[in-house]
């Protein structure tokens, strides 16, 4: 199920992982359906510097499940080990987890 090389973000997947890997903030505006939320989290993720987690800010509870679940479905792995997500009343995710989902509300309260 990986779309491997047919969205708008795998053009500068390199220029994402240069920018990222030399500790730089990195931030993307493309138009929807570029990859910016299933694929760039990845990328990132798969980078050997990045120790810890990539966090994924998502506005509303069913965008952060659906694609938490889409992404771990294309990465072959189960939701809620590598890839998962935290929302109100709902979470699935493990100390294991790389690429994290969440809404606004929750992200607030983790910082908190």
Do not use: C, W
Not at 16 to 26: E, F
Not at 55 to 82: D, H
């Amino acid at each position: 199920m990986k779309i491997e090389g047919k969205l708008p973000i795998h053009e500068i997947a390199d220029s994402i992982r240069s920018a990222a890997s030399g500790n730089q903030r990195v931030l993307l505006t493309a138009p929807t359906g570029s990859g910016k939320s299933t694929e760039v989290p990845g990328i990132i993720a798969d980078l050997p510097e990045i120790k810890g987690r990539v966090i994924v800010i998502e506005p509303r509870r069913m965008a952060a499940r659906l694609l938490a679940g889409f992404v771990a479905q294309s990465r072959n792995t189960p939701l809620g080990k590598e890839t998962g997500y935290a929302v109100r009343f709902d979470t699935r995710y493990s100390t294991d987890t790389k690429i994290l989902y969440l809404t606004d509300g929750v992200f607030q309260r983790m910082l908190q």
